[in-house]
């Protein structure tokens, strides 16, 4: 179980906080409004009843050995006067715990169906107060028809309808179409500046079979095209498995790019202090499911270092609630931007614009395709907003009853 502490100006916004970070399954442990202003909500993922009762008894338990995650607006505000920050990392425990809380006289089943209860309650709450704000949008025809076209390319429903209610209500279809790509374009974070031609030691991490290996060949052709091969090293930690370290292996030959491998944990950073004097390195890693156990290890192993930044690499054609989980999941490697694969194979792009605006994770490169190294672009907000309705209706063309029609 991971029990962590979130502080923010309001509610609303302390429990979306723990739900981007925490996901849908997060059990909200307690909350209260804090004497020195804002909210605080203590919740827990891979909830254990029983070890969350005992916990949240001990009186020895100290509010810092929580983690805490302070919204940024109310960091940026306290930091200002400091004293609500030094409340956030100070404050009592969890509300139970408190001097003179008496324990909870509810046997743990007892407890356990009256949360189940809470949280169905929640849920059905929080679905019809969507129902309200979609239906009260739903009058307008221009923002019913932002609504139609956005859930039609995947988009979250959430984002969908604060895109429209931004949309004037008496906007003709083309300027409504052109608010809505903007206000998707401008909701998306893009890295500024070419993570490749700012040099230094990138890992691509993520899931298994997304085109890590495949990424990483078009980048460092990308950048030898630009600079020569001899600025450029790559390294694979994918050793273990088979056929893993021959892919990339393949790619260095094509290239004329050596390839380091790493066979130990302690190896790595002897081996980038070799290739020190390179511009750029690029490591392959070898790709974990979100809930593999040895995901932590490694990202843990990449950190340790201290030089490597890592780069999330996202398939564009998968759900969004899994694509969720591998943000929150690999969160560990603190990745300062993502890149998104196959954008080619979905028709519903905007699930996977959703998770990266949801997550404010900037994206820095696009790939939509096998070649090598033809299918890589730089990552740009108005080209990925447009791509939207190019990729829905290549999706459509291949609709069988539309097929069936053409004949
Ligand atoms: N359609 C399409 N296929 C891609 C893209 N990027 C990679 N692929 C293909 O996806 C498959 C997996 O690519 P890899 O590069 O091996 O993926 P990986 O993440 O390194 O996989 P593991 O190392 O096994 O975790 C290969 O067949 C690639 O050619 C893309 O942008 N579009
Ligand atoms: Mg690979």
């Known amino acids: 179980m991971r029990i962590k502490r979130f502080v923010a100006p309001d509610m609303r916004t302390a429990l979306r906080m723990v739900r981007d970070d925490q996901g849908p399954e997060a059990v909200i442990l307690s909350s209260r409004k804090l004497d020195e202003g804002g909210f605080e909500v203590i919740a827990a993922t891979d909830y254990d009843e029983a070890l969350a009762r005992h916990t949240l ?204 491998e790493i066979h130990r944990e302690d190896a790595l950073a002897p081996a980038l202090e070799r290739l020190a004097d390179y511009r750029l390195v690029l490591i392959d890693t070898p790709g974990f499911g979100p809930r593999d156990r040895n995901l932590a290890a490694q990202l843990h192993w990449l950190r340790a270092t201290g030089k490597v930044r890592c780069h999330l690499t996202l398939p564009a054609n998968a759900q969004a609630a899994d694509l969720d989980e591998v943000v929150r999941r690999f969160r560990g490697a603190e990745p300062e931007a993502s890149i998104l694969t196959k954008v080619d194979e979905t028709g519903c792009l905007g699930s996977a614009l959703s998770v990266l605006i949801r997550h404010r994770l900037p994206v820095a490169y696009v790939t939509d395709g096998q070649r090598v190294p033809e299918d890589i672009q730089r990552a740009e907000a108005h080209r990925l907003v447009l791509r939207l309705g190019e990729l829905r209706r290549a999706a459509r063309v291949l609709e069988p009853k539309e097929n069936a029609d053409a004949a």
């Open 57 to 260: 008894l001990a009186d020895q338990l100290p509010a810092r050995a929580l983690a805490t995650e302070v919204d940024p607006a109310l960091a940026r505000n306290e930091r200002r006067s400091q004293s609500a920050l030094r409340a956030a990392s100070t404050a009592a425990p969890p509300a139970p715990a408190r001097a003179g809380a008496e324990p909870s006289p509810l046997d743990p089943p007892t407890l356990r169906e009256l949360r189940r209860e809470l949280a169905t309650m929640r849920e059905l709450l929080e679905r019809q107060a969507n129902r309200f704000a979609e239906e009260r949008l739903r009058a307008v025809r221009a923002r019913a028809e932002v609504l139609d076209e956005l859930a039609a390319y995947g988009c979250d429903p959430e984002l969908a309808r604060s895109i429209a209610t931004a949309v004037p209500a008496d906007a003709e279809p083309a300027r409504a179409r052109g608010i809505m790509l903007g206000l998707l374009a401008k909701s998306l974070v893009i890295c500024r500046r070419e993570p490749i031609e700012a040099g230094g030691v990138i890992a691509l991490v993520g899931p298994t079979g997304v085109g890590k290996t495949t990424t990483i060949a078009k980048l460092a052709a990308r950048f030898s095209a630009a600079h020569g091969p001899r600025d450029i090293a790559l390294v694979t930690t994918d050793v273990h498995r088979c056929g893993g370290r021959e892919q990339l292996a393949t790619f260095g030959r094509m290239l004329g790019i050596p390839v380091t």
